[in-house]
């Protein structure tokens, strides 16, 4: 066989071996399996942040004998969670079981008292992860209060008693810190010029405690600034391509045959729920876990906007909710515009409201003063209702009423108003002078 004969079957062989690569590059289906299974998609709705950025007093009061004082500023309120990140307290011990029911409004309510006011339960596990505690050694418990003693600024010492009030316990801590005086100067000396504030008998030896004189807050009228509800849809489906989008009156909904989100355009609110995590009782102790889960969540897609704060979240509830804040007063809206709300399965999400709109764009020109009632006048409306039952009213707050400005739909108002938490459910106490007056239910 000579080379020429020998070049020439090399050559065919080559020929061959090209083709059959070829077709096999033309007939190869790559498996899309786990590509599916693990798809990831990012999207930036808002903005990511900390527990220590939603988790807040809704207002501080300090207790000097009869007189009481308060306050709702939220830069004030700000800057003292800032000063108590730089304590270190030691573990706390339960005291619950050694103080009368005398001592126990003595200790909350006593002289020389800051007390500081928590919308709902902060498991201490979650206030460990924003505060520094001695060996990091924290109850498996919850409070709502947060009460300083009298502060010994000579030997930079104070007892801190984390409290909650429908349980009436009560955990002891100390704290040892250079900054004590600093603290004393900055807030408890400075408090008689906070708003003056009433006690108000409740059932069950509870007090509640509404400012005394009128309350003035700015109405503001806002342009809503839309988010694209496609954002949710790409952060809230595993698969967003093989999602369909269908259309219905009052808005539109998304569907992957499994999970569906519901775009409501009056409200400008989205649910989505997924059936297949229909939600369960948890532990009382897991709440740090659902808080932690709640914030991860949204931080996933960045989906933080305007000022929420935690708000409502129970010991073995599966629901949390973050409301609304402007000015450091809580916003309410009967059709959800005002908070940001998850129903938990576990480790999985079943179901999540929230409004897709921002406050962004205000109109200045428009904002007005407005007066309200004082407190103890919203108290005896309050106690006025039909069939009131005090032992059932938890708290009453001035706040803002979220809604569509009557003369147009494209301008949103932020009304300023009383409300009230009665059985579970805040209201809010409306005023027709010459009238009786009624109440509307939130939520």
Not at 280 to 308: K, M, P
Not at 387 to 394: A, H
Not at 410 to 439: C, M, Q, R, S
């Amino acid at each position: 066989m000579n080379y020429e004969h020998i070049k020439n079957i090399v050559l065919v062989a080559l020929v061959f071996t090209s083709i059959l690569l070829t077709l096999s590059i033309w007939n190869y289906q790559p498996s899309l399996e786990t590509i599916e299974d693990d798809y990831i998609h990012e999207v930036s709705i808002g903005e990511t942040r900390e527990a220590v950025d939603l988790i807040k007093p809704s207002k501080v009061l300090y207790h000097d004998g009869d007189r009481h004082f308060g306050t709702t500023n939220e830069k004030e309120i700000d800057n003292m969670m800032k000063e108590l990140q730089k304590w270190t307290f030691n573990e706390p011990k339960n005291i619950s079981s050694t103080i009368t029911d005398k001592e126990f409004d003595q200790l909350v309510y006593g002289s020389n008292k800051m007390e500081l006011v928590f919308p709902t339960f902060i498991p201490f596990y979650t206030i460990n992860t924003l505060w520094s505690f001695h060996d990091q050694k924290v109850p498996n418990a919850v409070f709502d209060r947060i009460v300083i003693s009298r502060m010994n600024t000579k030997d930079k010492k104070t007892n801190v008693y984390f409290v909650s009030m429908n349980e009436r316990l009560v955990f002891e801590s100390q704290v040892s810190s250079a900054t004590l005086g600093a603290f004393k100067r900055n807030y408890s000396n400075q408090a008689p010029k906070w708003d003056v504030y009433l006690s108000k008998e409740l059932e069950d030896d509870r007090q509640l405690f509404l400012p005394e004189g009128s309350s003035s807050l700015m109405r503001y009228k806002y342009y809503p600034d839309d988010i694209d509800t496609v954002k949710f849809k790409d952060a809230l489906f595993t698969d967003p391509s093989i999602v369909r989008k269908g259309t219905k009156p009052e808005g539109e909904e998304y569907t992957d045959g499994s999970s569906l989100m519901e775009v409501n355009y009056e409200s400008k609110t989205i649910e989505y729920v997924n059936p297949a995590k229909e939600p369960e009782a948890v532990r009382s102790g897991e709440l740090h876990g659902l808080i932690d889960r709640s914030i991860n969540f949204v931080n996933e897609h960045s989906g933080w906007t305007d000022q929420y704060r935690l708000f409502e979240a129970t010991p073995g509830s599966p629901q949390i909710s973050y409301r609304l804040f402007i000015d450091g007063q809580p916003v309410f809206n009967e059709q959800g515009m005002a908070e940001i709300k998850q129903n938990w399965n576990k480790e999985q999400i079943y179901q999540y409201d929230r409004p897709y709109f921002t406050l962004d764009i205000s109109i200045p020109s428009e904002a007005d003063e407005v007066k309200l009632q004082d407190g103890s006048a919203a108290f005896n409306q309050v106690k006025q209702q039909k069939n009131f039952d005090l032992k059932l009213l938890e708290d009453m707050v001035v706040g803002y009423d979220l809604h569509h400005d009557p003369q147009t739909d494209k301008i949103l108002v932020l009304e300023p108003a009383w409300f009230y938490k009665y059985d579970g459910h805040w209201k809010k106490l409306l005023w027709n002078e010459g009238t009786e007056d009624t109440v509307h239910g939130l939520e």
